[in-house]
């Protein structure tokens, strides 16, 4: 394919859209990190509560089962794997942002991309998470009684409810790392201390205000009233102030060495 | 590739020297620009300018679509060109050295009989060696 | 020839260091142009700028008609080879050239394929575990690959070592004769690509001193060295770069002499010895250095 040194390709939709795939394309470039890593580590993890779970089903006298049972619920596996989105996102600002630049990829295309390979991947681990919560429950806690993807505080919704709680759940991280990444990417060593300097005074200082007004109790009361999805909804808005600042942050960045 | 001169004056003389040496005969054709460019490791622009100098003096003339050719007559024209310049860089020089070491026309007439004989007889000396080899 | 460049009165600052510094010039199409000058003379700031990664100060840039800052369409037909790439952690040499054709609409696979063989780089191993010279080996593939209409390379064969580095220059001469491309090289090591330069723009403390045809740059300058009265006559009113004395004998830099001045030399027991392109530089950059020094 050869291409011509006289005048410049003009620009059309189509070739937009290629650009923003190429970017989700080169985040994917490590696939099985991305999309397989993660289901085998949780797979470890869940071999090993299985043992767990076993074990203590297997020296508890009949009459302690109801209450072992509250014990044997492991909601660590939405935690883990919303960490290591975190972390994705993390790395994909910090690194594949600068190594992007060099490929001659405009900012507003590589974040474009990013965020079209966030909510890819949210939606490829919420389905997941899903549906191994809904095997959860058809067997029982798989035959143990165990807890691990179907959480009790989840509150115990439909498989679209669930669905739509970790699919929120995911993108929050992403981009709540993204845009955290993007804060050091801008504004580096300096530009991250002052940012959780300023998170951590705002957050205590509402934390001040809650206590003085002695408000934590409607704070507990609306948690409750919300629901797990009810949360999970209002979490749109962070999600898409920090999408929204990733960008802003970005648009001024440079690749630093 | 000395870096008294420029590069394409140096390119265009390699090729007189073809063409002097027999290399490259009369009707003939030379190599591409980008061969010039490839062998000498230098820019194809610069062998170009090279090339193109010698188009000038009508030492090598173009062949549409097929490439360089050495012109007719360019041996002659070169010589005569290289002779002239003898003159102006090793004889002028020369008897103005001669003259700053006092040595006169007749002795430098001798030299250059000795030297010659000589130089014939090493020429044959080393002729000699080679078909013996 | 069209211009590909043209870059006028760019300044950029960090802080309080300029680094470039009202820079102005132009770059005609298909040329190979030599970004020469000492570490840390603006070249790769430029460069940068030159690519939109950086931000101008003052002044502007135009690369094919527009500025490259965020535009696609000129930033599609860039390929920016730096010396320090840093590639996403287990990324592998594999990827890499799977993921460059993507990124560069002119790419040869036939000719990457046979780069790596050439430069022998192990496709199967990790960039992190990588030789610094096999590092450059895939930058300057992945540069020559790219077909890109501009290509930079920003010293990226520093790492490479010499029978390497010759591999490079034999491979982008070749490659830059059958698919013509403006290609811009930055490098300290000027003697090394001298000949393959067409056009030579120096840069000394952010600042342009020489913005010249290389065999124009070549050409202007000759050393004359014998007794230092036959030396001062000879150079009489001319402008003198450089200058070195030691004991009786003198070594003066000045511009081209003519083969009449050449003969007017050799009879007055004076050497005229060539200035090759490095030593030009050293020595104008070290001449516009003292200006600099001086004026502040």
């Known amino acids: 394919m050869t291409s011509d040194t006289g005048t410049v390709r003009p620009v059309t939709a189509t070739a937009a859209l290629t650009r923003v795939a190429n970017v989700v394309r080169l985040h994917l470039t490590q696939r099985s990190q991305l999309l397989v890593l993660p289901w085998m580590?949780?797979?470890?993890?869940?071999?090993?509560?299985?043992?767990?779970?076993?074990?203590?089903?297997?020296?508890?006298?009949?009459?302690?089962?109801?209450?072992?049972?509250?014990?044997?619920?492991?909601?660590?596996?939405?935690?883990?794997?919303?960490?290591?989105?975190?972390?994705?996102?993390?790395?994909?600002?910090?690194?594949?942002?600068?190594?992007?630049?060099?490929?001659?990829?405009?900012?507003?295309?590589?974040?474009?991309?990013?965020?079209?390979?966030?909510?890819?991947?949210?939606?490829?681990?919420?389905?997941?998470?899903?549906?191994?919560?809904?095997?959860?429950?058809?067997?029982?806690?798989?035959?143990?009684?165990?807890?691990?993807?179907?959480?009790?505080?989840?509150?115990?919704?439909?498989?679209?409810?669930?669905?739509?709680?970790?699919?929120?759940?995911?993108?929050?991280?992403?981009?709540?790392?993204?845009?955290?990444?993007?804060?050091?990417?801008?504004?580096?060593?300096?530009?991250?201390?002052?940012?959780?300097?300023?998170?951590?005074?705002?957050?205590?200082g509402l934390s001040v205000l809650a206590t003085s007004t002695a408000s934590w109790p409607l704070v507990g009361e609306w948690f409750a009233r919300s629901g797990a999805l009810g949360v999970a909804v209002w979490s749109l808005v962070p999600t898409t102030l920090a999408a929204v600042a990733g960008f802003v942050l970005l648009r001024r960045a440079t690749p630093r060495n | 590739m000395d870096e008294t001169r420029p590069i394409f004056i140096q390119i265009a003389e390699r090729i007189e020297n073809d063409i002097l040496s027999g290399a490259l005969p009369e009707e003939t054709q030379v190599p591409s620009t980008n061969e010039f460019a490839a062998f000498y490791r230098i820019n194809p622009a610069t062998a170009g300018k090279g090339v193109n100098l010698l188009v000038d003096n009508g030492i090598l003339y173009k062949k549409r679509g097929i490439g360089m050719f050495v012109a007719g007559g360019s041996l002659a024209r070169i010589r005569a060109n290289r002779r002239e310049q003898f003159r102006a860089e090793y004889v002028r020089p020369l008897l103005a050295e001669a003259t700053k070491l006092g040595i006169s026309r007749r002795q430098l007439a001798d030299l250059f009989s000795s030297e010659a004989t000589d130089s014939e007889t090493i020429a044959k000396d080393t002729i000699t060696k080679e078909g013996a080899a | 020839?069209?211009?590909?460049?043209?870059?006028?009165?760019?300044?950029?600052?960090?802080?309080?260091?300029?680094?470039?510094?009202?820079?102005?010039?132009?770059?005609?199409?298909?040329?190979?142009?030599?970004?020469?000058?000492?570490?840390?003379?603006?070249?790769?700031?430029?460069?940068?700028?030159?690519?939109?990664?950086?931000?101008?100060?003052?002044?502007?840039?135009?690369?094919?008609?527009?500025?490259?800052?965020?535009?696609?369409?000129?930033?599609?037909?860039?390929c920016f080879i730096k010396e320090s790439q840093k590639y996403p952690e287990d990324f592998s040499v594999k990827h890499v050239f799977r993921s460059a054709p993507w990124f560069f609409?002119?790419?040869?696979?036939?000719?990457?394929?046979?780069?790596?063989?050439?430069?022998?780089?192990?496709?199967?191993?990790?960039?992190?575990?990588?030789?610094?010279?096999?590092?450059?080996?895939?930058?300057?593939?992945?540069?020559?690959?790219?077909?890109?209409?501009?290509?930079?390379?920003?010293?990226?064969?520093?790492?490479?070592?010499?029978?390497?580095?010759?591999?490079?220059?034999?491979?982008?001469?070749?490659d830059y004769a059958e698919h013509p491309r403006t290609v811009i090289l930055s490098t300290h090591l000027i003697d090394e690509v001298s000949n393959l330069l067409e056009h030579v723009i120096v840069l000394d403390e952010g600042r342009v001193i020489i913005d010249a045809d290389a065999e124009e740059v070549r050409g202007s300058a000759t050393n004359v060295v014998g007794a230092r009265g036959a030396v001062a006559q000879f150079v009489g009113g001319r402008d003198v770069l450089h200058s070195e004395a030691i004991g009786g004998l003198a070594s003066v830099t000045i511009a081209a002499v003519s083969p009449d001045e050449r003969r007017a030399a050799r009879a007055a027991d004076l050497e005229l010895s060539p200035v090759s392109l490095q030593q030009l530089i050293v020595r104008t950059t070290n001449s516009s250095t003292k200006e600099f020094e001086q004026s502040a």
């Open chain 1, 41 to 204: 580590i949780l797979g470890f993890i869940f071999l090993v509560n299985l043992v767990i779970w076993w074990l203590v089903l297997a020296s508890s006298a009949p009459a302690e089962l109801a209450s072992v049972s509250q014990g044997m619920q492991f909601s660590g596996a939405s935690t883990f794997i919303f960490v290591y989105m975190l972390v994705v996102a993390v790395q994909a600002i910090n690194v594949t942002f600068p190594f992007a630049l060099g490929y001659g990829v405009t900012r507003r295309d590589f974040y474009l991309g990013s965020a079209a390979t966030f909510v890819l991947l949210s939606v490829y681990y919420a389905l997941g998470m899903t549906l191994l919560a809904t095997i959860e429950r058809a067997t029982a806690g798989w035959g143990l009684g165990g807890s691990m993807f179907d959480v009790v505080y989840f509150g115990s919704g439909t498989a679209a409810q669930q669905f739509a709680l970790f699919l929120l759940g995911f993108l929050f991280f992403f981009f709540i790392g993204a845009a955290t990444a993007a804060v050091y990417v801008r504004w580096r060593s300096r530009g991250m201390l002052v940012f959780f300097a300023a998170l951590t005074l705002i957050l205590v």
């Open chain 3, 105 to 174: 609409g002119g790419w040869d696979s036939a000719f990457a394929e046979q780069l790596i063989a050439d430069f022998r780089i192990p496709t199967d191993r990790k960039v992190k575990k990588l030789s610094r010279g096999q590092l450059s080996a895939v930058g300057v593939v992945v540069g020559l690959a790219s077909r890109a209409p501009l290509t930079f390379f920003d010293e990226p064969y520093l790492g490479l070592d010499a029978v390497s580095r010759q591999i490079f220059y034999d491979r982008l001469l070749e």
């Open chain 3, 1 to 78: 020839m069209s211009t590909v460049i043209e870059v006028a009165g760019l300044t950029k600052r960090f802080g309080k260091v300029t680094a470039i510094d009202d820079v102005s010039f132009t770059v005609q199409e298909n040329k190979i142009y030599g970004l020469l000058g000492r570490n840390g003379a603006g070249k790769t700031t430029l460069m940068q700028l030159l690519t939109g990664q950086e931000f101008a100060t003052n002044g502007s840039i135009g690369v094919f008609g527009r500025s490259p800052v965020e535009s696609a369409q000129v930033l599609d037909r860039i």
